[in-house]
């Protein structure tokens, strides 16, 4: 075999290693599936999420949300304890809404400009067919509404559903779909399989 068949044949067999082994944080060699980083990353999220969280169902709180300093996060649960299960089915949930850049890609984890933005467009006047589409979405998602109260879930998210129906076209349909991924209350929800 030539030097060249001899580099390529090195490339592919380093490749296809490759895809089985990585370099774990400490450099040393290790086989544990690529996944299992995603899997790991997700629990340090929930982990960090769930015990260090700001948010709250006060009114006093969803006062604040224009008063916070730029970069600042609503972060973790408003009402029970987070769930990893659930909480996993909701991020990989919402990732088909990536390219929207006004949904939130984690439901526990919100940056406090974007709420401000959809807290305010809450106030926006839809017409009678997308308003048609909003109180379906109302009457039908899982919470009765964007929240299960009215906190700042309820207004930014209640914002989120009215842009989304004008913005984008969404049916109120849609606008159930991410109300529901988007149920920051905590606990083990509905589950889906």
């Known amino acids: 075999m030539n030097q060249r068949a001899t580099f390529i044949v090195m490339i592919v067999l380093a490749v296809a290693f490759g895809g089985y082994m990585y370099l774990d ?39 604040t949300i224009g008063t916070m ?17 659930r909480y996993s089915e909701q991020v990989a949930g919402l990732q088909k809404y990536e390219d929207i850049p006004e949904i939130p890609a984690d439901p526990y984890d919100t940056d406090a400009a974007l709420a401000k933005q959809l807290k305010a467009f809450y106030d926006t006047e839809l017409t009678p ?22 906190c700042w879930r309820w207004y930014v998210y209640g914002g989120l559903g009215k842009l989304l129906i004008q913005q984008y076209g969404f049916t109120g349909e849609q606008v159930i779909d991410v109300w529901n991924l988007s149920d920051g209350c905590g606990g083990a929800g509905d589950h889906t399989h």
């Open 25 to 63: 944080a400490s450099g040393r060699l290790s086989n544990v599936p690529a996944p299992k980083l995603a899997d790991d990353a997700l629990a340090a999220r929930f982990e960090q999420l769930s015990n260090s969280g700001n948010s709250s169902c006060s009114a006093a709180f969803t006062d």
């Open 69 to 85: 300093p730029e970069g600042a996060r609503l972060q973790g649960s408003c009402c029970s304890p987070m769930d990893i299960h």
């Open 129 to 150: 067919e997308q308003q048609r589409a909003y109180n379906f979405a109302m009457e039908h998602s899982n919470e009765k509404g964007p929240c299960c109260c009215k």
